[in-house]
């Protein structure tokens, strides 16, 4: 059997052993699809939502979404988003509370159509925490780079589940730095080291948070709303929300 074959027939053993973790991708790129799928999500969420403007007295306003006909009650992951002067924050029962400063209009003057979740949370004046460790993710990761190593270096199926079992054993929550670091299994009479401090300070294992994602959504979708002009004191609209 041709060499590229031989891995592919390796490659393909693993990953029916594992279908969990299939599909060869880089860590940044397996963080990037989970942003897009929680944003589209969201997104497809608030489709459904209506925004009653409580309050609207120049830069100081108040504005509630909801979910119109919600079966658990209108509150039922509604928030309220409020403006100032230079601020904004956003809470209620689908987040906690987050506050930015930036611009004199938050509103229009700050947000785009598409959430930024790196540069938003640069203005944040409250400290709630946006960054997590995903050992999900980290893990897919490894299983993957393992994948990698062990068609590189022409293992046999049988030494790549080993491989990938010593793999799967890992408890990441317990200290992802530290269990990767010290992660050196044996494949017969070798000692795989797949990881240095370069590689360990480079993969960023932590990555911004579901609800984060999700208030840059709320804070993206609603200044779009007002940014274009139909929205009016006390009376209440159903929206078709944004597509990104």
Request: glycine share 8%; charged share 25%.
């Amino acid at each position: 059997m041709p060499a590229v074959l031989a891995k592919q027939a390796v490659s393909a053993m693993i990953f029916s052993c594992y279908p969990k973790w299939g599909g060869v991708m880089g860590f940044s790129e397996l963080v990037r699809e989970r942003e897009r799928e929680i944003i589209f999500r969201t997104m497809a969420r608030l489709e459904t939502y209506a925004i009653k403007v409580l309050h609207s007295d120049g830069l100081y306003r108040d504005l509630y979404c909801f979910q119109p006909g919600n079966p658990y009650g209108e509150g039922e992951r509604s928030f309220h988003v409020y403006t100032r002067p230079g601020g904004i924050a956003v809470h209620g029962d689908w987040c906690s509370e987050y506050v930015l400063e930036r611009v004199p209009d938050m509103l229009t003057g700050f947000f785009g159509p598409r959430p930024n979740m790196g540069y938003w949370a640069e203005k944040l004046t409250v400290r709630v925490p946006v960054r997590v460790s995903e050992y999900g993710l980290t893990k897919q990761w490894l299983i993957d780079f393992l994948t990698e190593y062990a068609d590189e270096h022409d293992m046999t199926p049988s030494e790549a589940r080993e491989l990938i079992d010593e793999a799967l054993m890992l408890d990441l929550e317990e200290n992802v730095y530290s269990q990767l670091f010290d992660f050196e299994p044996w494949i017969g009479d070798e000692l795989i080291s797949p990881f240095g401090y370069d590689e360990l300070d480079g993969c960023g294992w932590e990555v911004w948070s579901d609800e984060w994602i999700r208030v840059c959504c709320f804070l993206a979708w609603v200044s779009t709303k007002w940014a274009s002009g139909i929205l009016e004191p006390d009376h209440p609209l159903s929206t078709e929300g944004v597509a990104l």
